[in-house]
């Protein structure tokens, strides 16, 4: 079992900034992957980023691809997503999520652990 647990959510002004943070426990991690996806009210649940415990190699969406970043903390085992340039539309609860095999992958049914998440909202 892997427990997640998500923190870091709130409102902010399009063009600020919010980190969001994934704590992990359970299993131990080291060769799995950790993503975050979001979804929006009336919207399917979407990818935005993974990234891999052991070596950190990282995917992201296009839509994302420059404003937000995942990272790592293989000692905290935490996860953490720094948003910048913030959107309206990035306005989402966002989920993290942990998937025990390796290898990135962008499919939110290859992830086997989910968090309750947490709201983001960007105002205009």
């Known amino acids: 079992q892997v427990q997640l647990e998500e923190s870091g959510g709130g409102l902010v002004q399009a063009g600020g900034s919010l980190r969001l943070s994934c704590a992990a426990s359970g299993r131990t991690l080291s060769y799995y992957v950790m993503g975050w996806f979001r979804q929006a009210p009336g919207k399917e649940r979407e990818f935005v980023a993974a990234i891999t415990w052991g070596n950190g190699n990282t995917n992201y969406a296009t839509s994302v691809k420059g404003r937000l970043t995942i990272s790592r903390d293989n000692v905290k085992n935490t996860v953490y997503l720094q948003m910048n340039s913030l959107k309206p539309e990035d306005t989402a609860v966002y989920y993290c999520?942990?998937?025990?095999?390796?290898?990135?992958?962008?499919?939110?049914?290859?992830?086997?652990?989910w968090g309750r998440g947490t709201q983001v909202t960007i105002s205009s």
């Open positions: 999520a942990c998937r025990i095999r390796t290898g990135l992958s962008d499919l939110a049914a290859y992830y086997h652990y």
